[in-house]
């Protein structure tokens, strides 16, 4: 599995915060900073510094608007992102299935 994730890009996403921006993000098209944190529960420097978090990683790219900046969504690292999730699903289902075949080994050379 080394190689399939991007750790910076699932820490950005691991915080729920984030995640909600994304998810109002994705609903809007675009916002600022000051749209995002009328709807959320934290201030606006706090927003501002979780865009920053995300447009790090390239999840978000904002562009100047006025005295903001007004973020998007990129299509292309979201997919990405999309990607090694599916991956990595697929990879932890298939452990699954081995351990429930394992399972199933030992409990049928218990009833012999």
């Known amino acids: 599995m080394t190689g ?3 750790d910076d ?4 996403i691991g915080d729920p915060t984030r ?3 994304l998810d109002l993000l994705l609903a809007d098209g675009e916002g600022t900073a000051t749209t995002l944190s009328e709807r959320l529960p934290v201030t606006r420097q706090a927003v501002a510094r979780h865009l920053s ?3 790090r990683v390239g999840l978000v790219h904002g562009t100047p608007a006025g005295r903001e900046r007004r973020y998007r ?3 292309a690292q979201l997919a ?3 990607a090694q999730l ?3 699903g ?3 289902d298939a452990r699954l299935q081995r351990i429930k075949r394992i399972a199933e080994a030992i409990q049928h050379s218990k009833k012999k």
């Open 4 to 6: 399939i994730v991007d």
């Open 86 to 88: 599916n991956a990595v």
């Open 9 to 12: 890009l699932w820490s950005a």
């Open 53 to 55: 978090v995300l447009d």
């Open 90 to 92: 697929s990879t932890w």
């Open 19 to 21: 995640r909600r921006m």
């Open 73 to 75: 969504i990129d299509d």
């Open 80 to 82: 990405r992102a999309v």
